[in-house]
């Protein structure tokens, strides 16, 4: 019985800290470190061919800690493009309206692909949720492949974006934090994404990650982008659970000790 407790008391510990650990951001705007950031197997980054404009030094970021079920990111590592403050993304969520000064953040490269297809998983934030869906105040993001956005719902051609993903329209891919659950800023984000594109040209293709302010330069929005995804085949999406998932297993499993033990004592 001392084995079996100690043994659900530390898995308990380890867990709670994995919980507790707070999302990081570290910004910067060199564009080299984004983009080596996030690419993966099958990919050749075409020399020189690297663009980066942001509206100002600290509107992207490299992040970590972002696979904690309390953070609500989804995936680990990764960077984040941002329409104002790249560190505004961490938690907690202590304000409807966080707003670092910006307007747009772009990064663009050539690369060629080894089997002719490309994906990247990525889940996008906002300030603007929930209180603009459905207005003209719509942060955007695109991801442009030689000149078309590949930033879709799942199995259609509508873009993703704050009217087009929330809590009453393709809510299955959107997470409300409005007041939490998560450690995490932004009032709503949605689930983990795929963008991707098959059957590729063979030679050099040209993609564009771009996020925008729209209507006004209030209230932050952002994109992370999963590191090392960027490839010619798919990464499988981490299955992250809900923080009142690992709290309740937690619990469980002391009740569970404490229950047999008052078995035995009997």
């Known amino acids: 019985m001392r084995k079996l407790l ?6 308990s510990v380890v867990m709670c800290a994995g919980w507790a650990a707070a999302l ?17 197997s099958g990919i050749t980054l075409t020399p020189g061919s ?21 953070n609500g990111i989804g995936f680990n590592s990764g960077i984040l ?4 403050y790249a560190v505004g993304a961490k938690g907690p969520n202590n304000t409807e309206s966080y707003t670092g000064p910006g307007a747009a953040t772009s990064l663009q490269f050539s690369f060629t692909s080894s089997k002719g297809d490309l994906f990247f998983n990525y889940v996008f934030g906002s300030e603007e949720y929930n209180e603009y869906v459905g207005s003209q105040y719509n942060d955007y993001f695109k991801f442009f492949l030689d000149g078309t956005n590949i930033a879709l719902i799942p199995g259609t051609s509508t873009q993703v974006s704050i009217n087009n993903v929330n809590s009453g329209l393709n809510s299955a891919y959107y997470r409300n ?3 939490g659950p998560y450690n995490t800023q932004y009032d709503g984000l949605t689930t983990v994404l795929v963008a991707e594109k098959l059957g590729l040209s063979a030679g050099e293709h040209t993609i564009q990650m771009i ?4 209507g006004d330069a209030l209230w932050d929005s952002g994109v992370f982008i999963q590191g090392n995804t960027f490839s010619d085949a798919p990464t499988p999406i981490d299955t992250v659970p809900e923080p009142s998932t690992l709290l309740l297993l ?16 009997a």
Do not use: C, E, M, Q
């Open 177 to 179: 934090n409005a007041p």
């Open 6 to 11: 100690f043994l659900v008391v530390t898995l």
């Open 50 to 70: 690297i663009l980066y404009s942001g509206a100002n030094n600290a509107a992207s970021g490299i992040f970590s800690n972002g696979g904690n079920a309390s």
């Open 24 to 40: 990081d951001v570290t910004p910067t705007n060199d564009g080299a470190t984004l983009v080596n950031s996030i690419l993966g």
């Open 81 to 84: 493009l941002t329409t104002g």
């Open 250 to 265: 937690g619990g469980g499993l002391v009740g569970l000790v404490a229950f047999r033990s008052r078995l035995k004592k």
């Open 211 to 214: 996020i925008s302010d729209v």
